[in-house]
């Protein structure tokens, strides 16, 4: 992950003008500027870090001299108490960035979490947690990085970089043999090496560019009705 991106700190950017505004009323009117401080960020429960890197962004854009210490990486499992981050630097910029850095990292390190818990579970198989493109908008790149710290696997990152065939899309179509037609067609111009699709079935489905339940619902789907789409959340 580059976390000085363009796209990182103009999320950074758009989350303390979210929060801050016009200025912190607050922190302006106790604490005089240019008041020293520290800070520390503890783990207060079990978790897996992720997004650790985002607090320096968010308190250097507050304060560019502020000193930021990550005492653990990414990826890594800590218990509660463990001391995550250590800041030093403007009071003003500590007390105005902190709800926005422990927002992305009570985010992330959730997603983190949770994920290390099923690919816990699933230890031993080969089976393995891929992510979705269910993301918060926005914020896809940070919480798919979540995922890969928790020990999980992405998938395609948008609309762009795969081919994946749902229900919707044979419905259009009119059938599973013409999606694939045009998809192999369009696959063939744009791609240099086409994915050759695997010996799923008779079809020539493949498993990775279907749908959750698609082979298990269009044999029965696309005969329903021409052009009719239907999306569930």
Known sequence: MNWHSDEIEGLVRQALAEDVGTGDATTTSIVPQGTPAKAKILAREPLVCAGLPLVENVFRALDREMRVGCLHNDGSFVEPGAELVELAGEAQAILTGERTALNFLAHLCGIATLTRRFVEQLAGTRTRIRDTRKTTPGLRALEKYAVKAGGGANHRFGLY??????????????????????????????????????????????????????????????RRGRNLCCWTI
Request: hydrophobic share 45%.
């Open 161 to 222: 970089d795969a081919i994946l065939i749902k229900e919707n899309h044979i419905a259009i179509a009119g059938g599973v043999k013409a999606a694939l037609d045009r998809a192999h067609a369009y696959a063939s111009l744009k791609m240099a090496a086409p994915r050759a699709a695997s010996a799923y079935d008779a079809t020539g489905l493949d498993p990775e560019m279907v749908g959750p339940g698609l082979r298990r619902s269009c044999a029965r789907r696309w």
